[in-house]
């Protein structure tokens, strides 16, 4: 039998405007249909358009990152890039970080440590600013992504407690990691791998209770989407 050639793009939707790119899209999962299709691409909003519309399409997916890390280059990883993961892929991230950490402060090496703790607080801090499209939101409007989910408007939950949880978060991080190079003169306190852990506890924590109010919120507002 006669075997159907695989397609590989690089960068296929480049100078194109955003009409022109859904067709591409569509265009793309029409061809994964019958086969193979390999896309390389550095557009965070054509792949997270691709990535929806060939999931919607139940179509096979195998998704890999290429990254740098230092003077590493193509450093290949399985998943999603790390600005289009979800809060809880990220918290999977952090505590990868933080076991770094801790090996680094047992090993008494603290420029390491400052290195990797620098890295888990900035990674946190744009992890809270994901919650909130996520979590309070309920991904009715995302970076990356250019529909308005107004159906999901049901499951959206902004009250006191997590307003509260959202700024002090984002305060403590943005403290740590705008006062890095002058923590001294600011007298501010190093954080351990106790305080990171405690906090990336508040961060997971605070999933787990808007996951709760969405779904109690949804259940009460059904009768909307009748």
Same mark, same amino acid.
């Given at each position: 039998?006669?075997?159907?050639?695989?397609?590989?793009?690089?960068?296929?939707?480049?100078?194109?405007?955003?009409?022109?790119?859904?067709?591409?899209?569509?265009?793309?999962?029409?061809?994964?249909?019958?086969?193979?299709?390999?896309?390389?691409?550095?557009?965070?909003?054509?792949?997270?358009? !691709? #990535? $929806?519309?060939?999931?919607? =399409? &139940?179509?096979?997916? +195998?998704?890999q990152?290429? %990254?740098?890390?230092?003077?590493?280059?193509?450093?290949?990883?399985?998943?999603?890039?790390?600005?289009?993961?979800?809060?809880?892929?990220?918290?999977?991230? !952090? #505590? $990868?970080?933080?076991?770094? =950490? &801790?090996?680094?402060? +047992?090993?008494?090496?603290? %420029?390491?440590?400052?290195?990797?703790?620098?890295?888990?607080?900035?990674?946190?801090?744009?992890?809270?600013?994901?919650?909130?499209?996520?979590?309070?939101?309920? #991904?009715?409007?995302?970076?990356?992504? &250019?529909?308005?989910? +107004?159906?999901?408007?049901?499951?959206?939950?902004?009250?006191?407690?997590?307003i509260?949880?959202?700024?002090?978060?984002?305060?403590?991080?943005?403290?740590?990691?705008?006062?890095?190079?002058?923590?001294?003169?600011?007298?501010a306190?190093?954080?351990?791998?106790?305080?990171?852990?405690?906090?990336?506890?508040?961060?997971?924590?605070f999933?787990?209770?808007?996951?709760?109010?969405?779904?109690a919120?949804?259940?009460?507002?059904?009768?909307?989407?009748?």
């Amino acid at each position: 039998p006669t075997e159907t050639p695989c397609a590989i793009l690089d960068d296929p939707i480049n100078s194109l405007d955003h009409r022109i790119r859904s067709k591409v899209v569509e265009r793309l999962c029409a061809l994964g249909a019958g086969r193979q299709v390999v896309v390389f691409t550095h557009d965070l909003p054509f792949y997270c358009e !691709l #990535k $929806e519309k060939a999931t919607h =399409a &139940k179509l096979p997916l +195998t998704i890999q990152t290429i %990254e740098t890390m230092g003077k590493a280059v193509g450093i290949v990883r399985s998943g999603d890039p790390v600005d289009a993961m979800s809060v809880s892929d990220r918290e999977t991230l !952090l #505590k $990868e970080y933080l076991v770094q =950490a &801790k090996k680094a402060e +047992t090993e008494a090496a603290p %420029e390491v440590f400052a290195m990797h703790a620098f890295r888990f607080y900035s990674r946190l801090r744009s992890t809270w600013e994901r919650a909130v499209e996520e979590l309070l939101f309920n #991904k009715v409007v995302q970076r990356f992504e &250019k529909d308005v989910r +107004t159906m999901s408007l049901t499951g959206a939950v902004v009250d006191e407690e997590a307003i509260k949880n959202v700024f002090a978060a984002m305060t403590k991080c943005s403290g740590l990691i705008d006062g890095h190079d002058s923590a001294v003169a600011l007298n501010a306190d190093t954080p351990d791998c106790d305080d990171m852990a405690t906090d990336l506890a508040a961060l997971t924590k605070f999933r787990m209770d808007q996951v709760a109010k969405r779904n109690a919120q949804e259940k009460n507002l059904k009768h909307l989407k009748a």
